[in-house]
């Protein structure tokens, strides 16, 4: 049973950076691939980005591609987000999620995190 706990969330201006982490405890964390979903106020959970277990592999939603990136330190068993270029639309609060396998919808992640709130202010 994976415990994940995100940190890092704020209000920054639009064109600015933020760098979320996400901390896991409870099980063998490089036994998980990790991902990071988004949810805007009225708006269904979104895929943002996904890494493998070993880091090897990531992918991400068209919307961030460029802006962000995932990464991963298995020593620390801590998943990172950062975010480059921020922009309004990426207001939203952000998930942390893990799973034995990877995927890009919700129901693909059986462990999550409470959330850390990103706002972009314009």
């Known amino acids: 049973q994976v415990q994940l706990v995100e940190s890092g969330g704020g209000l920054v201006q639009a064109g600015g950076s933020l760098r979320l982490s996400c901390a896991a405890s409870g099980g063998t964390f490089t036994n998980y691939a990790a991902g990071w979903f988004r949810q805007a106020p009225g708006k269904e959970r979104e895929f943002v980005a996904a890494?493998?277990?070993?880091?090897?592999?990531?992918w991400y939603a068209d919307s961030v591609k460029g802006r962000f990136t995932i990464s991963r330190d298995n020593a620390k068993n801590s998943v990172y987000l950062q975010m480059n270029s921020l922009k309004p639309e990426d207001t939203a609060i952000y998930y942390c999620a893990a799973d034995a396998g990877w995927g890009q919808t919700k129901d693909d992640y059986d462990y999550w995190g409470q959330g850390t709130q990103v706002i972009v202010s314009s």
């Open positions: 890494i493998s277990w070993s880091g090897g592999n990531t």
